[in-house]
């Protein structure tokens, strides 16, 4: 098979365009938190598909784009994953989790107890495809792990962007969630994110991040 090629455009932007392009994107960026207490204010599914469609556009191994967005409104499927979610979290933070884990996790003020699975208005559940079955035969998918990371990091991003809020969750294991959503076999579930709006009242912790100079070295 050739492949068949057509010429790449991108709107040439002047340096100071570039600058603050970049100066904005991290200003925007810098300002997301990752929130615990949602309110239940409805979301337009329109803005849900908006942020799916960009999260999509991430780069993936031979463009094989291998993730799955389960979208969930549906109230008895968000009971039913809050329910296994707190089954596995409980085991979670009262055995399998170190004493120094559970001591890292102080600042956050996280426990077993994960309301809002069903206060926020929609839960996405990303799931990763291990290989995909075409005419019968089982092709394997490149690099998925990559490929789905940089695609929530998309995520996040778009979800910030539409001035709303999330939470990376993760239920260990997360097994459960192909069961309640009935997902095929080629699929694992890989990140649980509630969106919606912040609750009136939500705290974030007081953190900062490392500055430029701890997370980068330059080889000029
Ligand atoms: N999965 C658990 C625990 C947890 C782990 C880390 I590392 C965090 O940054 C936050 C939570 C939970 O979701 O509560």
């Not at 999330?166 to 994110?193: C, D, G, I, Q």
């Amino acid at each position: 098979m050739t492949q068949k090629f057509i010429p790449y455009q991108q709107k040439e932007l002047t340096k100071e365009e570039q600058e603050t392009n970049s100066e904005n994107f991290y200003q925007l960026l810098d300002q997301r938190r990752s929130i615990r207490e949602f309110s239940d204010r409805p979301v337009d599914i329109k803005i849900i598909e908006n942020i799916v469609k960009a999260a999509s556009t991430a780069p993936s191994g031979a463009h094989k784009q291998p993730w799955t967005f389960c979208v969930i409104s549906n109230p008895e499927i968000k009971k039913q994953i809050r329910d296994a979610a707190e089954i596995e979290e409980k085991e979670n933070y009262s055995k399998r989790m170190s004493d120094r884990w559970i001591e890292d996790l102080e600042p956050f003020g996280t426990n077993w107890e994960k309301p809002f699975i069903e206060i926020a208005p929609y839960i996405i559940v990303v799931f990763k495809r291990a290989h995909e079955t075409i005419d019968g035969e089982k092709r394997n998918n490149y690099y998925v792990n990559e490929s789905v990371g940089i695609a929530c990091g998309m995520l996040i991003s778009a979800i910030h962007n539409a001035g709303l809020v999330t939470l990376t969750h993760t239920p260990s294991p997360m097994n459960f969630l192909t069961k309640v959503l009935n997902r095929p076999e080629n699929e694992r579930a890989y990140l649980l994110l509630p969106v919606g709006y912040a609750a009136n009242d939500a705290e974030v912790p007081d953190i900062h991040r490392k500055s430029l100079n701890e997370v980068m070295v330059r080889y000029d």
